[in-house]
């Protein structure tokens, strides 16, 4: 039997705009999350929702990452935003010429290089 207490996981809580409460993920499982309304509902949710994940893996035959194994960085997130920030995003892609893909990831390199450059 596993120790699924080994395991990292990560919370973050939820906007309203996503529900409320807080959310689950485990870094070793891409696609394993939960969530609830206390940090304590949200971890025992992700708890029984791992030990599932496992089983179901062990069930197909496939590996069972190793505790802290982590994935590597696939280079994508999801991020929900407001749909006029959406809107403004899309319309500047346009104007630019380029995939609204591009244009946030050179906005994000520009902030976070702005960022480290002021040692923040």
């Known amino acids: 039997m596993r120790d699924l207490h080994q395991y990292p996981f990560e919370m ?3 906007t309203e705009e996503e529900g409320g409460g807080f959310l689950v993920s485990f870094p070793d499982f891409s696609e394993c999350i939960a969530d609830g309304e206390t940090p304590e ?10 030990q599932e994940t496992i089983a179901a893996l062990e069930d197909l035959g496939l ?3 190793e505790p ?8 994508k997130f ?6 006029s920030l959406h809107a403004r995003l899309a319309l500047r ?6 995939s609204m893909n591009a244009l946030v990831t050179a906005m ?3 902030g976070l290089g702005r960022r480290e450059a002021q040692g923040v």
């Open 78 to 83: 999801i991020q929900r935003v407001p749909k």
């Open 68 to 75: 802290g194994s982590g994935r590597p960085y696939s280079g």
């Open 93 to 98: 892609a346009k104007q630019e010429g380029v």
């Open 41 to 50: 509902e949200a971890l025992r949710n992700g708890m029984d929702a791992l």
């Open 12 to 14: 973050r809580p939820l």
């Open 108 to 110: 994000l390199a520009e």
């Open 63 to 65: 590996a069972v990452p």
